[in-house]
């Protein structure tokens, strides 16, 4: 019998990692109606977006002003962004966010790419961020880029995963999530780290974010489920994908992720036909096609229901 859990946690990026890939830059109202929609549907977590530069990542330079028009924020949803530094955290107070997340690659090479330092830098700048955010009441979360693989070294060495986490763990950052942005983790992989990590770090809660660059997504987090794991990263229409990464795009849908929890009997909170209805209007905005089973198949209860009329 499948060790499965009764309920998961799932947070949507589409608005980060989902628009950061796209040439077609939204204006903040289109943003901030999908933001409400995404608290209407009932996520839990939401990533709103980043405060990397501007010039290097246009897309996300209206973050600060997407805080800002948010308004009162239902109690229960945590909103988050990316930072790359200690100005990132500055810019959270400034306009109002409450979360942020930190980012280092097990890569040394997509870290380079990625943050333009080193995985050694990165962390050497981690205390200085977690003091700022501790002293102005923002919570504070790492992501660990590449644990299972990389373009450029292959397969990760555990060890090197293992010292990122002990990284964090020192500053004072526990809940740490393991991001797949070059897609190329497959469900063994998955399991024998997320069991590994379990075990060996009892004080930190984990995230999984899975890219369907090679179309074993779902295979990944059914994997990461077996070994214990219920707090998952989606993007509505499967938008996105790692720009620095050659070929990466594309995460692993929302509608697909709900859709499966919903038929496996797992619970997320999460209204399915109202996230389909968010991501039915992206094409048009953006100007391509999704990457999402369900959308272009719609749910299997409705077919169900279709053929028995």
Known sequence: MMNLPSKVSICEVGLRDGLQNEKVLLTTDQKLEFLRGFIDAGYPVIEVGSFMHPKKVPQMADTDELFKRIGEVPEGVELRALIPNVRGVQRAIDCGCKK??????????????????????????????????????????????????????????????????????????????????????????????????????????????????????????????????????????GLGGCPFVPGAAGNISSEDVIHMMDEMGIETGIDLVKVMALSRTLPEIVGHALDSYVLKAGRSKDLIASQSE
């Open 100 to 237: 942020v997340k930190l980012n280092v690659s097990a890569s040394r090479m997509h870290n380079l790419k990625n943050l333009n330092r080193t995985p050694e830098e990165s962390v050497a700048g981690f205390a200085d961020c977690v003091k700022a955010a501790n002293e102005n009441n923002i919570a504070i979360s790492g992501s660990i880029s590449m644990p299972f693989a990389s373009p450029w070294e292959g397969r990760t060495p555990v060890e090197d995963v293992d010292a990122i986490i002990e990284a964090y763990l020192k500053v004072g950052i526990n809940e740490i999530s393991l991001s797949d942005a070059s897609g190329m983790a497959v469900p063994n992989q998955v399991y024998d780290l997320c069991k590994h990590v379990r075990e060996k770090y009892h004080d930190a809660t984990w995230w999984l974010h899975f890219h369907n660059t090679r179309g074993v997504a779902i295979a990944n987090i059914i994997a990461a489920m077996e070994a214990g794991m219920t707090q998952f990263d989606s993007s509505f229409g």
